[in-house]
């Protein structure tokens, strides 16, 4: 089931519609922590990289034909390392199937997918999120 979208605060009177987010210096970081710890990349390999940001800036930018904002929150990065996809999967895979359900998709799950109370596996597993 889609969950409700947060709801913003307005910001000079005026409503924020969404938010998004851009990040400076991701590759300076990881970058860094190669040097320290290198490593050979591939074509068409997955990585996993986590950063370590500090918010430098927010600006409110004007919404295309409408009288709303969006919050633009700007990240310089303090530190990034590429991690093993057991450590972060779950998460991702979490935000994946909300990013999906926001957009009207829904997942069906197969047969093996299903745990010992019927439920889909991950929908209602609350207690995992720490």
């Known amino acids: ?36 710890d290198p490593v050979e990349l591939h074509h068409g390999e997955t990585v996993y990289v986590v950063l370590e940001t500090t918010v430098e800036k927010i600006r409110h ?15 310089v990065t303090e530190a990034a390392t590429i991690v093993d996809a057991g450590l972060v999967a779950e998460y991702l895979d979490k935000q994946k199937v909300r ?21 889909p596996l991950g929908v209602f597993d609350d207690e995992a999120d720490g």
């Open 1 to 36: 089931m889609p969950t409700e979208p947060t709801r913003l605060s307005q910001f000079e009177g005026m409503d924020v519609l969404s938010t998004t987010v851009a990040i400076r210096k991701a590759g300076d970081g990881l970058s860094a922590a190669v040097k320290v």
């Open 61 to 75: 930018d004007p919404v295309k034909d409408t009288d709303g904002l969006q919050r633009v929150h700007l990240l």
């Open 99 to 119: 990013i999906e359900e926001a957009a009207g998709i829904a997942r069906l799950p197969f047969a093996n997918d299903i745990d010992p109370d019927g439920d």
